[in-house]
T-cell receptor
Framework: SQTIHQWPATLVQPVGSPLSLECTVEGTSNPNLYWYRQAAGRGLQLLFYSVGIGQISSEVPQNLSASRPQDRQFILSSKKLLLSDSGFYLC???????????FGDGTRLSIL | GEDVEQSLFLSVREGDSSVINCTYTDSSSTYLYWYKQEPGAGLQLLTYIFSNMDMKQDQRLTVLLNKKDKHLSLRIADTQTGDSAIYFCAEGYGSGYALNFGKGTSLLVTP
């Protein structure tokens, strides 16, 4: 079964600084990859998903962007962080349409 | 996506059964999921059900699906203190198989 690695686990950044969160997957090939954000409270919101290298779909317009430079690597970025970007960022992986998504352990991002 | 609805809180005594309810929105969802989140942790898949089923049992967990009413429930038998967590209902949607989550139900199990 696949393993999803996210790093860092926690991150504290000042407003206006750049961001790069990385997610890598082992144990599968050509997965769908997803970035979700869980803001304070607990709802999860889909930010981006990718069905292949270089293919990114954005669910909501925002201050963030995503890239998939390799099959099993998904990166979430920002050029200038806002206070509202604080939250718990979760990467997920899907190997096929009849399987459930599995999640990484997440990155907790605090913006000061 | 549109809102997946869940009640926010549930408190039960240890040893009792817990039932967490969810109303979803997309009648074309092929799969429906239950995830568990413990404090500070990521999401753990508990179970999922294919939309052509109306029940699935997995040890202490029973999932009931009423497709007509778009209602999903999770029953935890013999609830333990370790079951205290937030439980998310989710529906799959779209060609990218993304998940639309409810806001989660906080389950508190008291001794």
């Amino acid at each position: 079964s696949q393993t999803i690695h996210q790093w860092p686990a926690t991150l504290v950044q000042p407003v206006g600084s750049p961001l790069s969160l990385e997610c890598t997957v082992e144990g599968t090939s050509n997965p769908n990859l997803y970035w979700y954000r869980q803001a304070a409270g607990r709802g999860l919101q889909l930010l981006f998903y990718s069905v292949g290298i270089g293919q990114i779909s954005s669910e909501v317009p925002q201050n963030l962007s995503a890239s998939r430079p390799q099959d099993r690597q998904f990166i979430l970025s920002s050029k200038k962080l806002l206070l509202s970007d604080s939250g718990f960022y979760l990467c997920a992986c899907l190997t096929s349409g009849d399987q459930p998504q599995h999640f990484g352990d997440g990155t907790r991002l605090s913006i000061l | 996506g549109e809102d997946v609805e869940q009640s926010l809180f549930l408190s039960v005594r240890e040893g009792d059964s817990s039932v967490i309810n969810c109303t979803y929105t997309d009648s074309s969802s092929t799969y429906l999921y239950w995830y568990k989140q413990e404090p500070g942790a990521g999401l753990q898949l508990l179970t999922y059900i294919f939309s052509n089923m109306d029940m699935k049992q997995d040890q202490r967990l029973t999932v009931l699906l009423n497709k007509k009413d778009k209602h999903l429930s999770l029953r935890i038998a013999d609830t333990q203190t370790g079951d205290s967590a937030i439980y998310f209902c989710a529906e799959g949607y779209g060609s990218g198989y993304a998940l639309n989550f409810g806001k989660g139900t906080s389950l508190l199990v008291t001794p």
